[in-house]
């Protein structure tokens, strides 16, 4: 009852008892298992769900196999929640073993750990994975994983405290989540296994085209140091398919997990060193930074040096500077000034200025970058004239629309492009702050302007080019910006920032220095917001690992001998007729043997027609329409054709459109379907004998 006179209490106030109730009955372990059950029960409800589409009496097996397995941790965690400390150490003694045993045999500790970050990945990766598409079962075999992970860790002693072991588990399933995506992609089935996946090795083998096809082949005008990459296995050709993948794999594992490990080394860290690997590879993930283009940070981390070096050091910095920027110049055209950039960012954030004039400070990395953005530019013209290609190719990406909408939330990409840029960045920024403030790091401000508008620059970039049309389904376009700013992060939190003059305070302060101080301030009379704010640096890349990806999908074998069967009879005979056979879709039948001793025509792949269609070249175009008229090839495989409208308000709704009317539509008018592949994504169209209506 209230007293006269008192206020009502608001509901703020009434949270804040409750919690502080809670607190002094429940401990930390309880907190979490409630969470846990909380999860459970939501995970639970969305299998039911599932269930409910089912026909029949009987669930799936899989189906069954995840209520199960939700049911035990949700029994467990209620369990936990409800026994006292004491109560709760002798059941989970007589449940698992007491945990001296992991203590004396860490080993053991270590093998569960491996079988259960096998068993999480493939739970979700693997051929029975369909009930975990749904987000919250997903989240629940994460954060269960993580759980026991984390329990594992800390009883065995393998890490040194709770908060450490909490960290190192977390980061280590969603490494597990992470490699297991990848993992999955290895395969044999013969057919691509998403709408790009195959042409990939078709580019790959044009640098090797006259020994593989018996004909010579222009190299292809996007990402040529990605196919240079994926062409090593080409040097040992004929490989079978399954192998091609996985060195894709490989280099989508290593060379990040390369990286990580030499600005590790650049830094020379040598607490927490488990933990800034994993953290380092995973936060490239997020876009994810493609393997191809790693290369030029991981040489200039590996080689350059801002600070006096001997002579030896100072010649591998250049020759990998070199390296670099030839690397960057058959890349990604934004990528042409990377080598200058990084190099720009480790000189800002390594020397201080201490005195120099200006001009003489910032004359060491300008010279370099000029001389490095000149190698890439040189670099990249000397592969277009070696490509084959006419220059226009080139020019495609500055023709291509933008599509503004994808920076919000829209159904190519459900958050939108800023979201979770800014969900990952607010955290990184904030903890570059507090590390300033903290290890009293004094830039001064030409260094802080250098370096706020290098970020600048690549976040700009990376927001126009994800709102181009055929971007904006993740953030892999902001790959230069992820980059920088886990540079400039990790160089900031080991306080190895050269500070211009050390625990002296600078004679004035700005105004984002006095905001900074602010900032700092605040959060030193709050430390429940910082370990807040440094527990959501952690988990900020964790998202991008857990929800990507779906499960393997199994084809049946008769099915897919089938399907080679009948295209390799309609292609042979349409050969043996001295006929030309086009093939759109699946062209690495052809590299790989599934197709002998058919003729490549090399032209119109559907990773370019899509290209040029989204830039809609006429002239590039206008050839292909010229060619369906004239009926010159005599069968034509091609992805799955259609006319409908419907398909252009859904995912990458604009570049369906522009398939539509500038490929299908022409297509179907001189061509028609006359076999179908669904479930492989296929069709094989003839030639039509006349055309009753108006083309394009």
Request: aromatic share 14%.
């Amino acid at each position: 009852m209230l007293k006269k006179g008192q206020e009502i209490p608001s509901a703020a106030y009434i949270a804040f008892q409750t919690v502080g109730k809670m607190k002094k009955r429940f401990d930390a372990d309880q907190f979490i298992s409630l969470g846990l059950a909380i999860l459970s029960l939501l995970a639970a409800y969305a299998l039911l769900q599932q269930a409910k589409v089912e026909q029949g009496w009987f669930f799936p097996r899989r189906l069954m196999v995840a209520i199960f397995l939700v049911s035990v941790g949700l029994v467990f965690h209620l369990i936990v929640i409800i026994l006292r400390a004491e109560s709760r150490q002798a059941f989970l003694a007589r449940l698992i073993g007491h945990k001296s045993i992991f203590n004396r045999r860490r080993w053991l500790a270590v093998l569960l750990m491996v079988l259960t970050l096998i068993g999480a990945a493939f739970l979700v990766y693997g051929q029975y994975g369909q009930p975990y598409l749904d987000p919250l079962v997903r989240l629940w075999v994460f954060a269960q994983s993580a759980w026991l992970v984390n329990w594992l860790f800390f009883t065995s002693a393998l890490a040194q405290d709770k908060k450490t072991a909490a960290v190192i588990s977390l980061l280590t399933v969603g490494l597990a989540f992470n490699v297991g995506f990848f993992l999955s992609k290895i395969s044999t089935h013969p057919f691509s296994l998403d709408w790009s996946e195959t042409s990939r090795y078709y580019y790959a083998s044009l640098f090797f085209a006259e020994r593989i096809y018996g004909v010579k082949a222009a190299w292809s005008p996007l990402h040529p140091s990605r196919y240079l990459l994926q062409s090593i296995p080409f040097l040992f050709h004929p490989l079978p398919l399954w192998l091609h993948r996985a060195w894709q794999v490989f280099l989508w594992i290593f060379i990040p997990a390369a990286t990580s490990w030499l600005l590790l080394r650049r830094l020379k860290l040598t607490n927490f060193r488990w933990i800034g690997w994993l953290y380092g590879y995973l936060f490239l993930m997020i876009g994810a930074v493609y393997y191809h283009l790693l290369p030029i940070p991981a040489l200039t981390l590996a080689f350059y040096r801002s600070r006096s070096a001997t002579r030896r050091e100072h010649l591998l910095g250049i020759a990998a500077l070199l390296l670099a920027s030839i690397w960057a110049g058959i890349s990604r055209v934004n990528w042409l000034p990377m080598p200058a950039l990084l190099l720009t960012t480790l000189y800002l954030l390594e020397q201080p200025i201490n005195g120099q004039k200006l001009w003489r400070y910032l004359l060491p990395p300008f010279v370099l970058s000029a001389i490095s953005i000149l190698i890439a530019f040189l670099s990249s013209t000397d592969y277009i004239r070696l490509s084959g290609n006419p220059p226009a190719y080139f020019a495609s990406s500055f023709t291509s629309d933008l599509i503004w909408q994808r920076l919000l939330p829209n159904p190519t990409y459900y958050s939108g492009i800023l979201l979770p840029i800014l969900f990952v960045s607010i955290p990184a920024l904030f903890a570059i702050g507090y590390a300033q403030q903290r290890y009293n790091i004094l830039l001064g401000g030409w260094r802080l302007l250098g370096l706020a508008g290098i970020t600048l620059v690549v976040f700009t970039v990376g927001l126009i080019v994800s709102a181009k049309i055929g971007g904006g389904s993740n953030l892999h376009n902001f790959d230069g910006y992820l980059v920088v700013l886990w540079i400039t992060l990790y160089a900031f939190l080991s306080g190895k920032v050269s500070s211009e003059v050390a625990g002296e305070k600078p004679s004035h302060q700005s105004l984002g220095r006095r905001i900074w101080i602010g900032t700092h301030n605040l959060l030193q009379r709050q430390p429940a917001l910082v370990n807040a704010l440094f527990a959501w640096l952690v988990i900020a890349p964790l998202p991008f690992a857990i929800f990507q990806g779906r499960p393997i999908k199994t084809y049946s074998a008769d099915r897919v001998e089938e399907a080679l069967a009948t295209l390799y009879s309609v292609v042979e005979k349409a050969v043996a007729s001295k006929k030309e056979v086009l093939f759109i879709t699946e062209r690495h039948l052809l590299t790989f043997g599934y197709l002998p001793n058919i003729p490549l025509v090399a032209d119109y792949e559907k990773v370019w027609l899509m290209e040029m269609a989204m830039a809609n070249h006429r002239e590039y175009l206008q050839k292909f329409y010229d060619d369906l008229a004239q009926r010159r090839f005599a069968v034509i495989v091609t992805t799955q054709t259609y006319l409908s409208p419907q398909g252009d308000s859904g995912r990458f709704g604009d570049e369906n459109r522009a398939w539509r009317k500038r490929v299908n539509r022409p297509l179907l008018c001189y061509y028609k379907p006359a076999l179908r592949f669904r479930e492989f994504n296929f069709e094989i169209l003839l030639p039509r004998e006349q055309i009753q209506r108006r083309c394009r």
